[in-house]
């Protein structure tokens, strides 16, 4: 494929606009005093880098769970029943979406994942109520001085229908996070049939937090 000559771009015969120099950005970027080797009044190179005065620091986490199908109803997602005729093998409820939440939160705010605070051996959650375990975990973020700002879900499936319950799903994640409805993402997709029905499903979550003003875990 060749360039696109600059006859062919739309609107080539206007005026070229020149982006800004950086040059002299760059040269004090890549200095001996911004790379550290200027005694005390060095600083990073990246001027926001590790940065906790002075501006708005935000982290992302990820978190997956993935389950098979037991027939032991219902399945439970984001606290919504969206299949009455079959479950998950699961310790507690099985609520996926909840626990990929959790590890997407615990991930951003440097707080271990889920088999640390609720381990499949501790009886205390067997059948446990997923929303629950989420609104402790939300409450140990806010105390390590994040708070959680935005989730985005992908359920992965080959024939568990979301759409219906979407609405509802997004409003109880948003009220355990303490977010607006439009702060809280669900979707659905499937694997193109490389996954058989009769398996189980996955989720995956991202969730964003950042610093409240309060005392910040890993930060002095």
């Not at 037991?70 to 029943?81: K, M, S």
């Not at 009886?123 to 446990?128: E, S, Y």
């Not at 994040?146 to 009220?175: F, G, N, Q, S, Y």
Request: charged share 25%; glycine share 12%.
């Amino acid at each position: 494929m060749r360039p696109a000559d600059e006859g062919d771009l739309p609107g080539a015969e206007a005026d070229v606009v020149e982006g800004p120099d950086h040059t002299d950005l760059r040269a004090r970027l890549l200095s001996p005093d911004r790379r550290g080797g200027g005694g005390e009044e060095a600083r990073p190179c990246h001027p926001r880098r590790g940065a906790t005065r002075g501006g708005l620091i935000q982290r992302v986490g990820w978190g997956f769970d993935a389950h098979r199908f037991d027939d032991e109803p219902p399945l439970i997602l984001a606290g919504v029943v969206v299949d009455e005729s079959r479950g998950v093998a699961a310790h507690s409820d099985g609520d996926l979406v909840a626990h990929a939440v959790i590890d997407a939160l615990l991930g951003a705010a440097a707080l271990g994942d889920i088999g640390d605070h609720f381990p499949a051996d501790d009886d205390r959650w067997v059948d446990a109520d997923s929303l629950q375990m989420l609104a402790t975990v939300v409450g140990m973020v806010e105390t390590a001085g994040w708070t959680p700002v935005h989730t985005d879900v992908t359920v992965i499936c080959e024939d568990v229908r979301i759409a219906p319950h979407r609405k509802e799903m997004r409003r109880r994640l948003a009220d355990i996070l303490g977010l607006g409805d439009e702060a809280v993402s669900v979707k659905a997709t499937t694997t193109d049939g490389m996954m058989t029905p009769e398996v189980g499903l996955s989720v995956v979550a991202v969730a964003t937090v950042r610093a409240d003003g309060g005392p910040v875990a890993g930060q002095s």
